[in-house]
């Protein structure tokens, strides 16, 4: 195995967004793209020299291909070590676990998330760094950096033989490579967090659940977890074997998206309980039976909620949500005399918070749930969290929504997608809005809705000092309400801007209006203020949740 120095020239679209680089199929497959990241990404670890890495993904179109790449590159770089999961397959959650657990210097995770899959679909890699959670924007700067600049690559000989089926140790030169399984780490974690006697007397009890692991990685820990632990009958996982194109399906776990689970959970035999999770499993949908949970309640309530599992029996120190998630989880916080922490949307901006001990719970408007056990949300750990709480209250998933509701009021909330967008369009259409801003407030909107502060979204992390600005407009009314424009950074395509409409609602006699109907008001204000139709030259979103 001799060690190679290829000359390459840089690429100029290898700036890391939210959750890493993310781009089509295509574009990962042209010759020196992918390699000139993972080496930009070693570049900027001064000492890596016989560290141990963690490697996997999702199992997308792609995924094996490139753990090869990568392993052999890892070994002509000068790791140590590298754990990678079997088939090179490993949950984001999982990912995060196994790197805390052994001590391991950071991990490569090869996912786009909840993007379609296949030939044809998205592929991304990010690097996690050792406290398991995603690289800072310092660390993923300095990739972008040098991504501008790379003129040369180190990867062992093609000849190379790499067997990622088989569970033990080899060699890849001087480099161990350790082929774990993927689920048994993570396994054990969560026997550590819940109760897992109560969820399992729960299903003896006759209590039914849907998992849909939307032909993604989370099935096979759905199956190890739900119906070999905790004794789910078989069949309670669908969609469970993961596949490269997702089986066509986009893995997106949300109404839009996970239509066969919303049948199941409408129908007349619904089960009491239903879940999904995304395509690196780290996202997930709460359902009861004929009964949507939205992301944001869902953290609202497991934390109102949390001394009663024993991860938390102590109580919890804080709370942290992204600054598009909804109020719910600040309304909890503060009956419990606890902080609850506003921070830009991406997890890593989580990671400080988490690390110093001020928050034991966050959570994103956008399915993502997680907790102090890792670095990253976690879709089947948000799923578990709710199982024990089904169990120990014996109260089914909407009655212990409706209960929240009376206590703490309604967070009515909705986000409108507006999907492919120019980018220069997209971006003139912020620039205008954020022009306006000096006149925004105090404006009277109509039906009783006046402005109190518009403002561009900017946050000082109370941990290292560090400040992110530009990180979305915010439109702040009198009475609680709040619109949100923000770009998404997780698409290939074009642009995505994200509208996010809240009303709280403290009059429980005005509870079940349905969401959109609630937030109409709302809605006509954003599109007036922001013109999105006369920016976007669409009439209508691409997709509402």
């Not at 070693?42 to 291909?65: C, E, I, K, S, W």
């Not at 099935?219 to 009958?233: D, F, V």
């Not at 890792?374 to 209960?403: M, P």
Request: proline share 5%.
């Amino acid at each position: 195995m001799t060690i190679q120095t290829i000359p390459t020239q840089p690429f100029n679209d290898q700036r890391p967004g939210t959750s890493g680089l993310r781009k089509k199929v295509s574009v990962f497959q042209q010759p020196h793209y992918l390699e000139n990241f993972v080496q930009a990404v070693f570049d900027v670890l001064p000492d890596r020299a016989g560290q141990t890495l963690v490697l996997g993904g999702d199992g997308r179109f792609h995924n094996r291909a490139a753990v090869h790449t990568i392993l052999r590159m890892a070994a002509a770089n000068g790791f140590g070590k590298v754990l990678v999961g079997r088939k090179g397959l490993l949950s984001t959650p999982a990912l995060s676990a196994v790197i805390r657990k052994h001590g391991c210097f950071g991990g490569i995770i090869l996912s786009a998330s909840h993007n379609p899959g296949g030939p044809d679909g998205d592929f991304g890699i990010k690097y996690n760094i050792a406290n398991g959670g995603p690289a800072p924007e310092k660390v993923t700067e300095a990739i972008f950096a040098r991504t501008r600049v790379i003129d040369e690559y180190r990867i062992l000989s093609a000849e190379t033989t790499i067997d990622l089926d088989t569970l033990g140790i080899q060699t890849l030169g001087d480099m161990v490579l350790e082929v774990i399984d993927p689920v048994a780490d993570y396994a054990e974690l969560m026997e550590q967090l819940f109760d897992f006697d109560a969820i399992r007397a729960w299903f003896a009890a006759g209590g039914r659940m849907r998992f849909d692991a939307m032909n993604a990685v989370g099935g096979p820990y759905a199956h190890a977890l739900l119906e070999g632990q905790l004794g789910a009958p078989a069949g309670t996982v669908i969609n469970g074997e993961p596949l490269e194109d997702f089986g066509g399906h986009h893995p997106d776990p949300n109404p839009a998206h996970a239509t066969e689970l919303i049948a199941l959970m409408s129908g007349q035999h619904a089960a009491d309980f239903g879940a999904a999770s995304d395509g690196d499993a780290d996202r997930n949908m709460i359902l009861g039976r004929h009964f949507i949970v939205t992301p944001s309640d869902s953290l609202a309530i497991l934390a109102a909620n949390a001394t009663r599992i024993p991860a938390f029996r102590d109580g919890l120190r804080g709370i942290a949500r992204s600054m598009p998630t909804s109020c719910a989880a600040d309304a909890v916080a503060a009956a419990l005399g606890i902080p609850c922490h506003e921070t830009p949307t991406g997890w890593k901006f989580f990671g400080n918070l988490l690390d110093a001990g001020k928050v034991s719970l966050c959570g994103e408007e956008s399915y993502g749930t997680g907790s102090d056990h890792i670095r990253e949300k976690d879709g089947l750990w948000a799923v578990l969290f709710w199982l024990n709480l089904l169990a120990v209250s014996g109260q089914s998933v909407a009655a212990l929504v409706r209960a929240h509701w009376a206590r703490f009021g309604r967070h009515y909330y909705s986000r409108h997608d507006w999907e492919g967008i120019p980018s220069a369009q997209a971006d003139a259409l912020m620039a205008a809005l954020r022009a306006q801003l000096p006149t925004l407030g105090g404006r009277d909107c109509g039906a009783g809705l006046c402005i109190e502060q518009a403002d561009d979204f900017a946050y000082n992390d109370p941990v290292d000092g560090s400040l992110s600005t530009r990180q979305g407009v915010r439109l702040i009314f009198t009475n609680g309400s709040r619109i949100i424009f923000r770009l998404s950074g997780t698409g290939t395509e074009g642009a995505t801007l994200r509208v996010y409409l809240e009303r709280f609602e403290p009059d429980s006699r005005q509870h079940e209006l349905p969401a959109q109907q609630a937030l109409a008001e709302l809605i006509r204000i954003a599109e007036d203020i922001a013109a999105i139709r006369a920016h976007c030259g669409m009439q209508a979103p691409s997709v509402i949740t």
